[in-house]
């Protein structure tokens, strides 16, 4: 019950419907206390930390799939005034997501997506290739990221390190 949609949380454990099998993600579980109570607190301490290091290029990595954090990272990014940078996997959970909930979208302001070829290759081959191709010409390229490091978080994946280390 931390994270953004605690009121569906809520109202789930009131009503509950009938199911056979619930599978629901664990960070919590233990209930360990890291100083982040909820995504909020995740939010405001990222946002403040990125405005602290204004000229420098901020990582973040976590699953593609943690729909609440990485609505966290990209409010941390607004209040920052920082672009944040997905690759196309990110972007791909984003838009099959798009019919369940509101989440950030490759083409809202402050959202771009960036093409690493670990991943393009990865996704052409499971048939995706249409995908990659439709995404926004506005899409970041590593050379922006470059010549403005500040002002951008990227979300960082292991299929992006050859990319980075040919920087």
């Known amino acids: ?10 109202k789930l454990l009131a009503h509950p419907p009938e199911v056979d099998v619930l599978l629901q993600e664990g960070t919590r579980i233990t209930g360990r206390s890291d100083g982040f109570p909820d995504e909020e607190a995740v939010e405001t301490a990222l946002a403040d930390l990125l405005r602290r290091k204004p000229g420098k290029l901020a990582l973040a ?7 609440d954090r990485l609505v966290t990272v990209y409010k941390a990014c607004r209040r920052a ?17 798009r019919p369940f909930a509101k989440l950030p979208q490759v083409d809202w302001n402050g959202i771009k997506t ?30 922006e990221i470059e ?19 040919r920087l």
Do not use: C
């Open 81 to 97: 005034r920082r672009a944040l940078v997905v690759d196309p996997y990110t972007a791909y959970v984003l838009r099959e997501i």
């Open 114 to 143: 960036i093409r690493t070829k670990g991943i393009t290759k990865l996704m052409n081959a499971r048939g995706l290739g249409d995908f990659i191709s439709g995404l926004p010409k506005a899409a970041g390229t590593w050379r």
């Open 1 to 10: 019950g931390h994270g953004r949609k605690r009121r569906l949380f809520e």
């Open 147 to 165: 010549a403005e490091p500040g002002r951008h978080l990227l979300v960082f994946r292991d299929s992006m390190i050859g990319d980075m280390e």
């Open 61 to 67: 990595t976590f699953s593609a799939q943690n729909a």
